[in-house]
T-cell receptor, first 112, second 113 residues
Framework: KNEVEQSPQNLTAQEGEFITINCSYSVGISALHWLQQHPGGGIVSLFM?????KKHGRLIATINIQEKHSSLHITASHPRDSAVYICAVKAPPMDSNYQLIWGAGTKLIIKP | SQTIHQWPATLVQPVGSPLSLECTVEGTSNPNLYWYRQAAGRGLQLLFYSVGIGQISSEVPQNLSASRPQDRQFILSSKKLLLSDSGFYLC????????????FGSGTRLTVV
């Protein structure tokens, strides 16, 4: 079982729909990242969370440390939101490992 | 503001040829630097990371090597490319062990023929 699981793997929705992408992890973490990979390959960091909720424009990220679960929400989705959304977690500072543990990504397609 | 530059954007190289991909960061000092590879349809795999000049940690045994000759320069190299080295290579940087401000370069799509 992967330490970071994302669901769904693929998601197709109509423009305007509310989108939720989930990330569950099985390890202790100090932070969780949500990233967006565009069709051309470029990756953009959207959020880094260690607790609670963050909002940026139409994007909202939440994390529940006790349940080891995070969600990324997109309100009023638009075709330009089509991308792969990746969740990655960072082990606590006492672990000198600099690796992020990566989810496999969720491929989102928003149809006009 | 901080920026990260990675080049070239695409590269087609024959098997057995050498490789050099360069990544530079501007606007910060002593960044943590990373090289990732993403095979087609797969997730990101950390290849190397560096916490300082001349300090390289390898995460996966492979045909590649990395060097950090200057604080904000990170180079990925190979003496002889293999077909299996094809993929999308991404450089990234972050501030310290908290990995605050994790930022990726635009990537290099390498095809070994």
């Amino acid at each position: 079982k992967n330490e970071v699981e994302q669901s769904p793997q693929n998601l197709t929705a109509q423009e305007g729909e509310f989108i939720t992408i989930n990330c569950s992890y099985s390890v202790g973490i100090s932070a969780l990242h949500w990233l967006q990979q565009h069709p051309g390959g470029g990756i953009v960091s959207l959020f880094m969370l260690s607790s609670g909720k963050k909002k940026h424009g139409r994007l909202i990220a939440t994390i529940n440390i006790q349940e080891k679960h995070s969600s990324l929400h997109i309100t009023a989705s638009h075709p330009r939101d089509s991308a792969v959304y990746i969740c990655a977690v960072k082990a606590p500072p006492m672990d000198s490992n600099y690796q992020l543990i990566w989810g496999a990504g969720t491929k989102l397609i928003i149809k006009p | 503001s901080q920026t990260i530059h990675q080049w070239p954007a695409t590269l087609v190289q024959p098997v057995g040829s050498p490789l050099s991909l360069e990544c530079t960061v501007e606007g910060t000092s002593n960044p943590n630097l990373y090289w990732y590879r993403q095979a087609a349809g797969r997730g990101l795999q950390l290849l190397f990371y560096s916490v300082g000049i001349g300090q390289i940690s390898s995460e996966v045994p492979q045909n590649l090597s990395a060097s950090r000759p200057q604080d904000r320069q990170f180079i990925l190299s190979s003496k002889k490319l293999l077909l299996s080295d094809s993929g999308f290579y991404l450089c990234a940087w972050s501030r310290g062990p908290s990995m605050q401000g994790y930022t990726f370069g635009s990537g290099t799509r390498l095809t070994v023929v």
